[in-house]
């Protein structure tokens, strides 16, 4: 053990004209407050210059060849060696000589300290006016709702954390996206979090940011997706399931009008649609999650294993099979309907009502069959 409590990690892209700043300040907060830690710089490539001046100013630099943001922390993350790390951009946008919150709450116990600039303070000029009014609140929110967060903030750069958590979460992507991955993983697993107010200055780098608002918020909303089935697959597949079986019912028994339009066996074809794909993606939302747990992806879940153990392979063929046999018997009483006229030319309304739902009942039979068998699949590689 290198005996340090405190490792600043700073990840740089040719920030010459800020980075000797940001290690000032952070150096000058160590020493005001008896603090034994260090200065972490992940250079990921400058051309500026900027290594030199980092080493200077009293940092240790760490060449991260690896392009992309999540790539640079993750390279300084290895290399420090302070029990708790505080991260943070070196555009002095940031106040490293005010990381007193940072800490206190760290050594009460938290596992990860967010900062808020909402609640910090934003000075004018300091954040695009879409990422302050759109990006931000509208991707927080999501993160919010989707895995019932409290995190206010959730792309506030400046953030602290106890270095045993990385082990656990296992971060893994490269980009901007890192900063969603950080917050989704803690709250996934449970961690203890807080949030402190954190003031948000114009930044210093007199150059375009490296950030690219519509690519790098499509990256995080993707990854917000993808962390959550139950929103991606499972919420739409219910409810299209709802709607297709709400329209089945109404409409099978014979055609219908409402507010003055005709609905018939056209609309049942679509009803019948909603229903397939809404099945099929509940089934998708479950696979996700049974594969993002089994590779570790996801932290274990009690209630999934539970649920698990209640749908043998055996259960799913069973019911697949009924399906098929009930679209089968729908089926021949479709032909033994064509036969009584010869094959000939048929009465598109009351045959439709029979063959609609076998040809659902089939696809819905095949659908359960296959599934079956792809979540066994999946569960042999968990065991």
């Not at 290198?2 to 040719?14: A, F, Q, T």
């Not at 509208?138 to 709702?145: D, Q």
Request: proline share 4%; charged share 20%; hydrophobic share 45%.
């Amino acid at each position: 053990m290198s005996g340090l409590e405190l490792s600043v990690v700073m990840p740089c892209l040719n920030e010459a004209r800020t980075v000797a700043t940001c290690i000032k300040k952070a150096l000058d907060f160590m020493a005001r407050n008896g603090v034994r830690g260090e200065v972490v710089i992940a250079d990921n490539g400058s051309t500026d210059g900027s290594q030199a001046l980092a080493e200077e100013a009293g940092a240790r630099v760490v060449q991260v060849p690896d392009k992309g943001y999540g790539n640079a922390l993750m390279g300084g993350f290895r290399a420090a060696q302070g029990h708790y790390i505080v991260m943070g951009d070196a555009d002095d946008s940031y106040d490293f000589s005010a990381l007193d919150p940072f800490l206190d709450k760290l050594r009460e116990g938290f596992q990860l300290v967010m900062g808020n600039r909402f609640q910090g303070g934003i000075a004018p000029g300091a954040m695009p006016i879409h990422h302050r009014y759109l990006g931000n609140p509208v991707l927080t929110g999501i993160g919010r709702l989707f895995f019932n967060s409290h995190v206010g903030d959730f792309h506030c750069g400046l953030r602290g954390f106890d270095r045993d958590i990385l082990e656990l979460l296992d971060l893994r992507t490269t980009g901007m996206e890192f900063a969603s991955e950080l917050v989704v993983k803690s709250e996934l697993n449970r961690l203890r979090i807080c949030e402190v107010p954190t003031r948000l200055a114009k930044d210093g780098r007199g150059r375009p940011p490296h950030l690219n608002s519509w690519r790098d918020g499509w990256r995080h909303l993707r990854f917000l997706l993808l962390y959550s089935p139950r929103w991606l697959f499972y919420y739409p597949g219910l409810s299209l399931l709802l709607l297709g079986l709400a329209l089945f019912a109404w409409l099978l028994p014979g055609p219908h009008a409402f507010m003055g339009v005709h609905f018939d066996v056209h609309t049942l074809l679509y009803a019948s649609g909603f229903i397939l794909l809404g099945t099929q993606a509940i089934m998708f939302g479950f696979f996700a999650r049974v594969f993002a747990v089994s590779e570790g992806l996801m932290p274990h879940d009690e209630r999934l294993e539970n649920k698990l153990e209640r749908l043998p392979l055996e259960k799913g063929l069973i019911l697949g099979l009924l399906f098929t046999l009930c679209g089968v018997a729908g089926s021949v009483m479709a032909l033994g309907a064509w036969s009584s006229l010869g094959f000939g030319q048929l009465d598109v309304g009351p045959t439709q009502r029979i063959v609609i739902p076998s040809v659902t009942l089939l696809l819905l039979g095949g659908q359960l069959i296959m599934g079956s068998f792809f979540l066994s699949l999946l569960r042999l590689g968990r065991r």
